[in-house]
């Protein structure tokens, strides 16, 4: 069964990925098992404070880990593209759009009075809100003589993590 499914283009390769980790440990094999979509709801707040002392007034971008309920700033709105993908790729969200709403604002406000230092908390306003799947390399490594591991490899950053 294919499902229709917001993600983010793949900028780090199969290809760059094993190169990398071979660059890295060439006595190892490395393969790539296969490509999984991890999913992530992106949020997008306006905040306001009108202090006429001060005023303040942005937009805010978050994440929060669909599966963990990990809350980040978004440095900048991801570019999204809709695709279409087996649902067999797509790791299940566990966290209910709700409660990923609620770990939002709360880390905005925790981020906003504690970063920026404000005294009076501005009014936090959700503007938008769109479940959305990373993509991830599940990479192999084969050692004579060792245990084996796996790898999940950011399909977008490159950045990777044991499994």
Known sequence: MEKEIYTQEIEISKEDT??????????????????????????????????????????IGSTVDGISGVAALA??????????????????????????VQIAEDYIFRTLS??????????????????????????DAKQIGKDDFRLMVDGVSGKYHPL
């Open 75 to 100: 440095d900048k709105a991801p570019t999204f593209q809709i695709k279409t993908v087996s649902a067999e790729r797509l790791l299940p969200s566990t966290i209910q759009k709700h409660r990923a």
């Open 114 to 139: 504690t970063k920026i230092k404000v005294l009076l908390t501005p009014k936090v306003t959700l503007q938008k809100q769109l479940l959305f799947y990373r993509p991830y390399w599940i990479v």
């Open 18 to 59: 094993i190169r990398s980790f071979k660059n890295l440990q060439p006595s190892l094999h490395f393969s790539v098992d296969e490509l999984l979509y991890y999913p992530y709801l992106f949020f997008e707040h306006s905040f306001a404070r009108k202090n006429p002392l001060s005023p303040l007034k942005g937009i």
